[in-house]
């Protein structure tokens, strides 16, 4: 029998599933540092991890009879990819199953912010609200206005399709451009310094990489349109935290919806000192229905490459180009 091991317990049913097939050892519990995890694998022949914890090159020099990581999240950057694939060893993710429960909070991060929601919500439970007033907690619309997305891939796009339905005008910018994606009038702006300086609203959706690690540095986030908003629901390391908050602080920025930090789970305490920010707990894909479909992604996954067939969603693998 194969033996599994998972870092955290998963909505759902799916790791039962698992565990009628497989010997699986779930642990629960903060991440384990790069060793203890390594420990923690040993010999198994599967891990099933999440987005906090680190699997590193050295997990994977130590783990002899490793065959696949099946990470529970879209976003793979706590895996050293080309380590995976010296090893020979399949890396899977969970994209499609959480694109529309990311996109919707994007827009929830959107609107939070723009219309001031969890001030207002702040303002009612304080005691403040004493009657309806032409200029109480004026915000900003959206109709007409433009979006600037920075990474096209599913999420950006489901985004995209979101945005229109607000009536906002919508500009990407990404490696290349993506008519596939039939989303009529959505520009694509290869620059992006250019998308930055045009777009009254920023929303990020790209993959944390080396090149996109503090993509968003201070000089980029000044040349973003004065009062414009920033959304981060991808990867808190995308953007510099400590040159953002000077941003707001300074006004540059009018407002930020953040669910990703870039140490988390700390945020910067600047953030938590400004009201035009709306800061959530990484909730990009907590719907239980996608939660729940994510762990039957994952657990599929692993039985695919444990019965010796190749993955339902590789991120890695062999047979597969080396990561970038
Ligand atoms: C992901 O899947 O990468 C998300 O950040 C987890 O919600």
């Not at 040349?223 to 390391?237: C, D, S, V, Y």
């Not at 953007?239 to 910067?268: I, S, T």
Request: a neutral charge.
């Amino acid at each position: 029998m194969a033996k599994v091991v998972a870092t955290s317990p998963l909505p759902g049913v799916a790791l039962q599933r698992l565990g009628a097939h497989h010997q699986l050892q779930v642990r629960s519990g903060p991440p384990l540092a790069g060793w203890q995890l390594a420990d923690f694998v040993g010999d198994a022949d599967a891990l099933i991890c999440l987005l906090a914890d680190r699997v590193t090159a050295e997990l994977f020099a130590q783990a002899k009879n490793l065959k696949v990581v099946a990470v529970y999240a879209v976003g793979v950057n706590n895996v050293d990819l080309a380590a995976a694939f010296q090893a020979g060893v399949w890396v899977t993710n969970t994209p499609d199953v959480l694109t529309d429960a990311t996109a919707d909070l994007t827009m929830a991060l959107l609107l939070a912010v723009t219309r001031r929601v969890v001030e207002g919500d702040r303002f009612v439970r304080d005691g403040r609200f004493t009657g309806w007033a032409p200029d109480l907690l004026l915000g900003t619309g959206l109709q007409g206005k433009l979006l600037g997305i920075v990474g096209f891939g599913r999420i950006g796009q489901a985004v995209a399709r979101r945005a229109q339905a607000f009536a906002m005008r919508v500009a990407y910018s990404s490696r290349r451009p993506h008519p596939e994606a039939g989303i009529p009038n959505a520009v694509f702006v290869p620059s992006v310094d250019e998308l930055l300086a045009q777009a009254d609203f920023i929303s990020l959706h790209c993959p944390l990489t080396a090149e996109t690690r503090h993509l968003l540095h201070r000089e980029r986030l000044f040349r973003m349109k004065q009062g414009a908003f920033l959304i981060n629901a991808a990867r808190g390391e995308v953007v510099d935290e400590e040159a953002l908050v000077e941003a707001l602080a300074a006004g540059h920025l009018a407002g930020a919806g953040l669910d990703v930090y870039e140490q988390e789970p700390r945020v910067h305490p600047g953030l938590l000192q400004l009201p035009n920010v709306v800061l959530l707990p990484h909730l990009g894909s907590a719907t239980r229905e996608t939660r729940e479909a994510m762990a039957d992604l994952v657990v599929d996954n692993v039985r695919a490459v444990l019965a010796g067939k190749p993955p339902l969603t590789p991120v890695v693998g062999p047979g597969l180009p080396p990561a970038p």
